[in-house]
């Protein structure tokens, strides 16, 4: 008898890869060789990009609203409830667009 539960992610069949995506990751792959073999780091921005990007959001917003840590948390949990799947950069975003657009206007 057949279960939709007893699929497993390997069951199902993956869509084709592109002969783009299999030349970046083979060069992904081979700068990370190339990396290790001269022990290079990696850039901070590849490392921590998104992290620093929310940082510099929130800094931004929090500028905007005078420092007031409390507002700009504020605007960005408005913003966690009219797009519930979006992630806290994108969230951030909404909130300085929305600011922006209130207090700045058109």
């Given at each position: 008898?057949?279960?939709?539960?007893?699929?497993?992610?390997?069951?199902q069949?993956?869509?084709?890869?592109?002969?783009?995506?299999?030349?970046?990751?083979?060069?992904?792959?081979?700068?990370?060789?190339?990396?290790?073999?001269?022990?290079?780091?990696?850039?901070?921005?590849?490392?921590?990009?998104?992290a620093?990007?929310?940082?510099?959001?929130?800094?931004?917003?929090?500028?905007?609203?005078?420092?007031?840590?409390?507002?700009a948390?504020?605007?960005?949990?408005?913003?966690?409830?009219?797009?519930?799947?979006?992630?806290?950069?994108?969230?951030?975003?909404?909130?300085?667009?929305?600011?922006?657009?209130?207090?700045?206007?058109?």
């Amino acid at each position: 008898m057949y279960e939709p539960e007893d699929e497993t992610e390997q069951d199902q069949p993956q869509p084709p890869r592109t002969k783009r995506s299999r030349q970046e990751g083979i060069f992904a792959k081979f700068d990370g060789f190339v990396r290790k073999l001269t022990k290079r780091p990696y850039p901070a921005d590849e490392l921590f990009g998104a992290a620093i990007n929310q940082a510099d959001l929130f800094n931004n917003l929090l500028r905007k609203v005078g420092g007031e840590r409390a507002a700009a948390e504020r605007l960005i949990d408005f913003e966690r409830k009219q797009f519930p799947d979006g992630n806290r950069l994108i969230w951030l975003e909404k909130a300085i667009q929305r600011w922006e657009k209130d207090n700045l206007g058109d």
